[in-house]
């Protein structure tokens, strides 16, 4: 049985001789990597009827942290917007930006095991990597991290995640992606 290589490991083992072959790229610092991963969750919605929105903030910070090994930084609305019954500095969302190590995990446990506990998943679309390589997805629950508890939740949120690339253009992304096991749904 062979062994389940990590992030790195099959970046550096698999991907870039690939790459290298397929776009006839000379040097190995110009195969396309996965530069930093952004996580972006609207709360918005969540805080505009609650009395304790300190507590609300909190609680879902402390769960995403949980989940990606990080801080998150809020973000407060940047002008007051009356039918959304949202003020001016109130916070909206939260977001983290993954580099490093921290990335590279995030990464191997998005592949192989959130992504697999997704409820009526098909594959990611390949209409969500744009003409820079980014792939931007959705998840509508959160729940389906390992490190949250099930049953244990403060509120259902969803994460939108985006994967950020140096890739020269979309063909070069979209192969990047399925060396590195995105389950990426077929034309």
Do not use: C
Not at 2 to 10: A, M
Request: net charge positive; charged share 25%; glycine share 6%.
């Amino acid at each position: 049985m062979s062994k389940i290589l990590n992030y790195k490991e099959k970046y550096q083992k698999e991907v870039i001789p690939k790459m290298k072959e397929t776009f006839r790229i000379k040097n190995d610092w110009g195969v396309p990597q996965i530069t930093k991963v952004v996580i972006n969750v609207g709360i918005g919605r969540l805080i505009v009827g609650s009395k304790n929105q300190d507590d609300l903030v909190k609680k879902i910070s402390q769960e995403l942290a949980m989940i990606t090994g990080q801080k998150p930084a809020i973000r407060p609305a940047k002008k007051s917007i009356s039918s959304f019954k949202i003020r001016e500095g109130m916070p909206v969302g939260l977001m983290i930006t993954l580099r490093g190590k921290r990335k590279e995990d995030f990464i191997d446990k998005f592949i192989n095991l959130v992504l697999p506990q997704v409820r009526d998943f098909w594959g990611i679309p390949l209409k969500n990597i744009d003409e820079h390589g980014n792939l931007n997805y959705g998840l509508k629950d959160y729940s389906v991290f390992p490190e949250i508890v099930k049953g244990q939740t403060t509120l259902p949120f969803g994460l939108e995640i985006t994967f950020v690339t140096n890739a020269k253009n979309r063909e070069q992304a979209i192969k990047l992606y399925q060396l590195l096991n995105f389950p990426l749904q077929k034309d």
